[in-house]
């Protein structure tokens, strides 16, 4: 309402509701009473102007859409388990400044796991969200992951994947053929697809990109494997 109707008036009347009826009153009076007359009349005319409101909104959209729209802001909640909330945060905030600063979203941690990603659209949440849920995913043995060359060494290339999972590609594991230089087949961050083959005595990840079409992702070992458990197969 404006400013001259507020002050002069004797009474502001909001109402809210649906076709069904109201679901939410405001009033303010600057005198001492109304009578059940006016407020018939007040709620008479509040149903006209909800309903002729609501028809204007049905002839652009008849109802509820089954999912947000692409372009639109949205809040996602999610849980991790709350030994892996200090590799999401970082040193000194170091990694979810990064997701925050990449991905545009605004990211919120509570103490039990729970994290609440804003983001302007649908390709930045999935963005934050993706990143968040490689960092405290687990490395899953046979498994094919993305990652970059973050280190290379005689005996073979260490490459991060996972968020902050780190690997060794052993030189033998670098290319289908023999491998005389790391630095023939990889340089350090280069993009790399692995499959991992294991964990050492130590816990560490072992990788292969041998076993991997660079190009397309495809499992190569997987591949070799199928004569023979077509062999076996009942």
């Given at each position: 309402i404006l400013g001259d109707e507020d002050h002069l008036g004797d009474m502001d009347f909001k109402v809210a509701g649906t076709e069904r009826g109201v679901t939410a009153l405001q009033m303010d009076i600057k005198i001492t009473s109304i009578t059940e007359e006016i407020m018939r009349i007040a709620l008479s005319q509040a149903r006209e102007g909800r309903l002729l409101i609501l028809g204007e909104m049905a002839k652009a959209l008849t109802g509820a859409r089954d999912s947000v729209s692409e372009n639109a802001p949205r809040i996602t909640t999610f849980s991790i388990p709350k030994e892996k909330i200090r590799e999401?945060?970082?040193?000194?905030?170091?990694?979810?400044?990064?997701?925050?600063?990449?991905?545009?979203?605004?990211?919120?941690?509570?103490?039990?796991?729970?994290?609440?990603?804003?983001?302007?659209?649908?390709?930045?949440?999935?963005?934050?969200?993706?990143?968040?849920?490689?960092?405290?995913?687990?490395p899953e043995v046979g498994v094919i992951y993305p990652g970059?060359?973050?280190?290379?060494?005689?005996?073979?290339?260490?490459?991060?994947?996972?968020?902050?999972?780190?690997?060794?590609?052993?030189?033998?594991?670098?290319?289908?053929?023999?491998?005389?230089?790391?630095?023939?087949?990889?340089?350090?961050?280069?993009?790399?697809?692995v499959k991992v083959l294991g964990f050492d005595d130590r816990g560490k990840v072992k990788l292969s990109m041998r076993q991997v079409d660079q190009q397309t992702g495809e499992d190569l070992g997987a591949r070799r494997q199928e004569p023979a458990q077509a062999k076996v197969a009942p």
């Open positions: 999401v945060i970082g040193s000194g905030g170091k990694v979810i400044r990064e997701i925050t600063e990449t991905t545009g979203a605004k990211i919120d941690i509570d103490d039990d796991g729970t994290i609440k990603v804003a983001a302007v659209d649908g390709e930045a949440a999935r963005a934050a969200i993706d990143w968040i849920r490689g960092i405290v995913a687990e970059k060359v973050v280190k290379v060494v005689d005996f073979g290339a260490f490459v991060n994947f996972l968020g902050s999972r780190d690997g060794l590609v052993h030189i033998s594991e670098l290319a289908p053929h023999r491998v005389g230089k790391v630095a023939d087949v990889v340089k350090l961050g280069d993009p790399v697809k």
